[in-house]
């Protein structure tokens, strides 16, 4: 705008003190404007040589304008980048307890937008900057780097994670993940994804918890859905934050329930909760009996209204 402002007025001044035609009042303009050094058009008066000394400056001036602005907008955007690379990794250096999500592709998308509908923390790695940049402007503390490689999980804080998904889009760096991160973290509850047959015993050996293949499960889930529609809509609806749904608890060892059987403790009538299945240890008993005992530690999972299971959890969890 304001070049074209002196532009305009160059020409028309030129035009109006030498008596010159406009090409060559624009052209001496132009040349005056971005110094190029040319020399003069047309001989020029006293008035003449002070429009040009006021073009020269003035186009000089719009010159270190921009460039000032363009300098400013550049480092704003690389200071804003760098502060808030600063400030997640100050956050993730005082986050617990939360999870890792290796791999940002779809699946990577779906994991953190389902950890987040649970109310959970989540750190995302990835190696490519144009993926982790979108998430990273969300308020989502993202690593740029190769999951693989322990600087890459120590910024993400790994020994202080509660769980970690390894869903790179290859096999081999999953295993490699896997790998480095239950050497970093012995208690870290890891979930592998693995999409070549074979794959997920590799995977398993080499530290994860479970296992995902995409492509077995997308197929079940095909089969059930025609096979059983009624059982899959309903752990669809009961396994989000639809209310009543399914939920688990770890019983603390203080917890007012442990060392009472299923019917002395009375779970229904005091939460409202229906104790659907129990998980001690790697075994899962479903529909326990009234005399299973429970124990500090056991993972109960519980049917009823949001309200009651967060009644319960603050009880004994």
Known sequence: MLAGVLFLGGTIGYRAVEGVDWWDAF???????????????????????LLTVFLLFSGLGIFFFLASEIGRAVMEGE???????????????????????????????????????????????DSRADRTRPVAETGVPTVTGDATLEKTLL??????????????????????????????????????????????????????DRVVNPYHLGGARLAHLVV????????????????PRLDQSALRSLAPVVGQSLSEANIRQRWGLTVVAVQRGGDIVASPPADYRLEAGDVLVVFGERSQIDAFDRDCS
């Open 228 to 243: 059983k529609p009624a059982i899959v809509s309903f752990f669809d609806a009961t396994t989000t934050d639809a209310s």
């Open 79 to 125: 200071l804003r980048h760098y502060l808030g690379r600063v400030r997640r990794s100050r956050m993730m250096e005082r986050m617990t307890g939360h999870d890792i999500v290796c791999g940002y592709g779809r699946m990577g998308r779906a994991v953190v937008e389902e950890l987040q509908r649970a109310g959970r923390e989540v750190v995302v790695v």
């Open 155 to 208: 910024e993400a804080n790994v020994r202080q994670a509660h769980g970690l998904v390894s869903c790179v889009n290859d096999d081999a760096h999953n295993v490699y993940t896997v790998l480095t991160a239950r050497s970093l973290n012995p208690k870290l509850l890891i979930v592998g994804r693995a999409t070549e047959d074979g794959a997920e015993r590799r995977i398993r050996q080499a530290g994860a």
């Open 27 to 49: 052209y001496m303009t132009a040349i005056t404007i971005t110094t190029v050094g040319f020399g003069e058009v047309f001989p020029l008066s006293i008035s003449g040589q």
